[in-house]
């Protein structure tokens, strides 16, 4: 009675069989300095003169395109997994999960404080954030002058009386 044929023995038949019939041949770069070297080998694979690390930057991103390091890149991999399907599933806005985190945080927050006298412990005392004013005053001035210049450069526009340049202008934002 003879066996079944899986889609994996047969693929796994086939790459043995070519294996096999390729030629055993080394091949030799012409930038290969040393040619017993490993290292040189593997880092020149395909004529490249740098490794695929080195090329992606080196350190630690490089680590984590190239899965070197298994936990992180998991972890990237799994939250830029959550984005996506927080954004693009569940149809969720920037704005809507900030808000949400934050009520969640505020809620870790409260239960926390209220357990900790349920454990007869002093409760924790949380630094409050306070931003100074210049941030917001120069950011409400630069966003004035722009403001400002945007409202000048309309006015100059339509008043100008430079027909032509006030066609284009119009036709140009019609067709954005």
């Not at 899965?67 to 954004?87: D, H, P, Y």
């Amino acid at each position: 009675m003879p066996e079944k044929i899986t889609a994996e023995d047969l693929i796994s038949n086939l790459v043995e069989t070519i294996a096999e019939n390729v030629p055993k041949k080394k091949s030799v770069s012409f930038f290969e300095e040393e040619e017993g070297s490993v290292t040189s080998r593997i880092n020149r694979l395909f004529g490249r003169q740098k490794s695929v690390r080195h090329l992606l930057g080196g350190g630690k991103s490089a680590d984590v395109l190239l899965w070197r390091n298994k936990k992180i890149s998991a972890g990237v991999l799994t939250g830029a997994t959550a984005i996506w399907v927080l954004f693009e599933w569940l149809n969720y806005h920037f704005l809507s999960l900030i808000c949400f985190v934050l009520a969640l945080g505020m809620l870790a927050q409260f239960i926390w404080i209220n357990a900790s006298g349920l454990f007869k412990r002093s409760p924790a005392q949380v630094p409050r954030l306070v931003l100074p004013d210049d941030i917001f005053v120069s950011f409400g001035r630069s966003v004035g002058a722009e403001v400002n210049r945007a409202l000048q450069f309309l006015q100059d526009l339509s008043c100008g009386g430079n027909l032509k340049q006030f066609l284009v202008r119009i036709i140009w934002n019609a067709n954005q």
